[in-house]
């Protein structure tokens, strides 16, 4: 492909489901799917999952860095060397790992609470 050729577009929901496998893999927890499609103009989904600490955060960032490398998917990243909240954004897709107490803290799914909400306890 050369490098005038568009990229092909990755879909937003097959995008948050790598994403979600990923994060999966390492051992996420509590990974969550909100659908802002109907209720946001900012990105269509939110991935929301919780890491064991501030190291295992920055693991799962660079696990889904890994993953959308080179695939000119990942944005902006945020939060990465504190490791509390780590912000992904992948345009369509953000994703947010937190620590328990963050996320408690800044309760995105309450302040989202109108979104369709999809659990993924096996990853799946």
Known sequence: MSKDTPKKKVQPKA???RIIKAVWDKKA???????????SGVTDYFVICTASSEIHARVLSDAVS??????????H???????????????DV???????????YYGLEKFWGDAPKEEFPDGK
């Open 77 to 91: 990243i945020e939060g990465h060397q504190a490791g509390r909240w780590v912000l992904i954004d992948c345009f």
């Open 15 to 17: 995008l948050a489901r």
């Open 94 to 104: 953000v994703l947010h790992i937190f620590v328990a107490e963050t996320r408690d």
């Open 29 to 39: 927890e509590d990974i969550v799917l909100l659908n802002l499609k109907k209720i």
């Open 66 to 75: 890994d993953k959308l490398k080179g695939k000119d998917l990942i944005v």
